[in-house]
C-alpha cells in the first residue's frame, strides 16, 4: 500500500469545468510535488513544495493552480483546462531535508485526467 | 540540450543478457543522482541510488562520473521480471527541490 494517496485516480473534464486534485502523504514528509506525465514524454516537474512554501514553478500556465495548507496534504486547482493537458498527473513527496532535496521520491499512483 | 538524456528505447534481450544503460545530464551543480524503474501504467519506484564511489545492489551495478557527467545502469542475468522503463533521475541543484527524470529506457526482457 503507498504511503502517498491520490485522488480521484480518474477524472474527465470539459474545458469549461473546475475540479481539483488532491493528495494526501502518511510518511512524514516535508515536501511535495506535483508532476505531469504525458504519452512518450519524461515526467514534467509542474510544482514543488517545501514546509508549505513553493519552491519551484516550472513555467506551468495558471490555469494549473497549487495548493499546500500543510505538509502532508497538497491540491492541484484545474480551470479552464486544454486537451493538451489529458495526461497522468502524478504528486510524490520527500524528507526536504535542508536547502536542497537529495532524498528518494515516493509516488502517488496518479490520477489520470482526460480533457474534452 | 535536455537536461536528463538517456539512452533510446528499448531494449530487447534474452533472459540472463547483460544490458547497460547510459544517461547524461547538463546540470554540473547537480547533487544527487537515482535510477527508478516504472512499471507499465504504474508509478516510479526507486530502484537505487547513484554514487560516485559507484555501487552495487544484487544484480544491479550504478555508476556516477561527475567529470563527464554520466550516469550508468547495468543489470546482469536479466530476468523477466526486469522488463519495466528505467529513468535516470537528477536532483538538488542549488537553491531548490528541482527533480529531473529523464525520458526513460523500456527494457523487454524475453524467454
Known amino acids: 500500500e503507498t504511503g502517498v494517496t491520490q485522488t480521484p485516480r480518474h477524472l474527465v473534464m470539459g474545458m469549461t469545468n473546475k475540479k481539483s486534485l488532491k493528495c494526501e502523504q502518511h510518511l512524514g514528509h516535508n515536501a511535495m510535488y506535483w508532476y505531469k506525465q504525458s504519452a512518450k514524454k519524461p515526467l514534467e516537474l509542474m510544482f514543488v513544495?517545501?514546509?508549505?512554501?513553493?519552491?519551484e514553478n516550472n513555467s506551468v500556465p495558471s490555469r494549473f493552480s497549487p495548493e499546500c495548507p500543510n505538509s502532508s496534504h497538497l491540491f492541484l486547482h484545474l480551470h479552464t483546462l486544454q486537451p493538451e493537458d489529458s495526461a497522468l498527473y502524478l504528486c510524490?513527496?520527500?524528507?526536504?531535508?535542508?536547502?536542497?532535496?537529495?532524498?528518494?521520491?515516493?509516488f502517488g499512483e496518479g490520477s489520470r485526467l482526460t480533457v474534452l | 540540450r535536455k537536461e536528463v538524456e538517456q539512452d533510446p528505447g528499448p531494449f530487447n534481450v534474452p533472459e540472463g543478457a547483460t544490458v547497460a544503460f547510459n544517461c547524461t545530464y547538463s546540470?554540473?551543480?547537480?547533487?544527487?543522482f537515482f535510477w527508478y524503474r516504472q512499471d507499465c501504467r504504474k508509478e516510479p519506484k526507486l530502484l537505487m541510488s547513484?554514487?560516485?564511489s559507484g555501487n552495487e545492489d544484487g544484480r544491479f551495478t550504478a555508476q556516477l562520473n561527475r567529470a563527464s557527467q554520466y550516469i550508468s545502469l547495468l543489470i546482469r542475468d536479466s530476468k523477466l521480471s526486469d522488463s519495466a522503463t528505467y529513468l535516470c533521475v537528477v536532483s538538488g541543484n542549488t537553491g531548490g527541490f528541482k527533480t529531473i527524470f529523464g525520458a526513460g529506457t523500456r527494457l523487454f526482457v524475453k524467454a
Open positions: 547513484v554514487y560516485s
Open positions: 510524490a513527496s520527500s524528507l526536504g531535508r535542508g536547502v536542497t532535496n537529495t532524498g528518494e521520491l515516493f
Open positions: 513544495y517545501n514546509f508549505k512554501e513553493q519552491t
Open positions: 546540470n554540473s551543480a547537480s547533487q544527487s
